[in-house]
């Protein structure tokens, strides 16, 4: 079954930034330093060496981040390309903005 992760919230940047935590996820996954989802950053690109940065954009591959007109846009894109009859999605909501 192919799979996509995906990040969306009501604006394109608060969306990249909540992807922040999705990537330092993927960083640990790399890296072989493992824990649990971690909160939002401003900005991790200090946190990441060009090494792992490649890793990590490679596992982001199929990933769609963004307001709901991107994310709707990728999906129907990753249907047509993948030759998908359905497309099944997990909802989760992890932070609350303010």
Not at 14 to 21: G, N, V
Not at 23 to 39: A, D, E, F, H
Not at 68 to 84: C, H, I, N, T
């Amino acid at each position: 079954m192919p799979c996509v992760n995906l990040i969306a919230a009501d604006t394109n940047e608060e969306a990249r930034y909540l992807s922040t935590s999705f990537l330092q996820l993927l960083k640990g996954i790399v890296t072989g330093k493992r824990s649990p989802l971690p909160p939002p950053l401003a900005s991790i690109e200090h946190l990441v060496t060009e090494d792992v940065q490649l890793l990590v954009n490679q596992m982001m591959h199929y990933s769609l981040i963004g307001d709901a007109p991107r994310v709707l846009s990728g999906l129907e894109k990753f249907q047509v390309d993948a030759q998908l009859d359905e497309i099944m999605v997990l909802k989760t909501k992890l932070y609350k903005l303010e």
